[in-house]
């Protein structure tokens, strides 16, 4: 089997695990096993048929229903969406009719992109910090007395308490 095509869920495969049980061939159908996606939400069970997104569509016209929010700014395209002016401007009542009609973005960038933050969600602390210039370059050293000075005091407060 031969594809350029990335095997997902066991649908893709067709009979050619069931195949492999019946013909006692362990090694096909362990590789073919290793082939599938590790995600259970990948499995067949979890997806609809394809007419789901018609039905979907479908439904949204049918009972007048907006486009869902979006989660994030497209800053890039200029589409920053402030609904604050309103809120000023009409009170509550006009911010939420605003917000209804063009709905502001549920979260709003941080201050780096958002590839770095998928790179600095998956470093260390120490890199992180680094990465931010928050790291402390001129905290102070703790210097520990050396072990013979540890035991010449340990020793001077045990002659004290007997």
Known sequence: MRTSQLIINENQLGTRLNQAIV???RGEFGLLLAML????RDMAQFHLD???GDIEAKLKRQFELPEAQALTSAL?????????EQFHQSG???????QYLNPEPLVHRGRDPLAMQEVLANCDPVSAARFHNELDTDAQVIELPHFT???VRQRALGDILA
């Open 149 to 151: 000075e540890q035991i």
């Open 76 to 84: 890039h395209l200029g589409e920053d969406k402030d609904n604050s």
């Open 92 to 98: 509550l009542c006009g911010f939420h009719l605003q």
């Open 50 to 52: 394809d007419q789901a």
């Open 23 to 25: 013909d006692h061939r």
């Open 37 to 40: 996606s590790n995600d259970a």
